[in-house]
């Protein structure tokens, strides 16, 4: 199994102890996740950093937007096999009501 430095690494992104471990939040999440919850994992952390580390992961295709009808942008990592392209990766994401959780 690829470490988390290896990951970024293949995707030429430079590693930095905030993309590991934002990387790692979301690679322990079993839900889609929006900004506002990786914003409250990292209370310290810059907003600004938290975004564009999210931009940077989404660029590279190590995580994708997620539009599950709430008006809430969400975010999941990137499985292997995912191309992050609508067109040619169609997998769903299901928003339980129950729940509130995608």
Do not use: P, W
Request: proline residues 0%.
């Amino acid at each position: 199994m690829e470490t988390i430095e290896q990951v970024l690494e293949s995707k030429n992104i430079r590693v930095t102890a905030m993309r590991m471990l934002i990387y790692k939040f979301l690679a322990e999440k079993e839900i889609a996740v929006t900004l506002s919850d990786i914003e409250n994992a990292f209370e310290k952390a810059d907003r600004t950093t938290l975004y564009r580390t999210i931009k940077t992961f989404e660029e590279k295709d190590i995580v994708h937007q997620i539009d599950d009808g709430t008006g809430i942008t969400k975010y999941a990592l990137c499985e292997e096999g995912c191309n992050c392209d609508i067109k040619n990766d169609l997998h769903l994401h299901f928003h339980c009501n129950n729940c509130n959780e995608t």
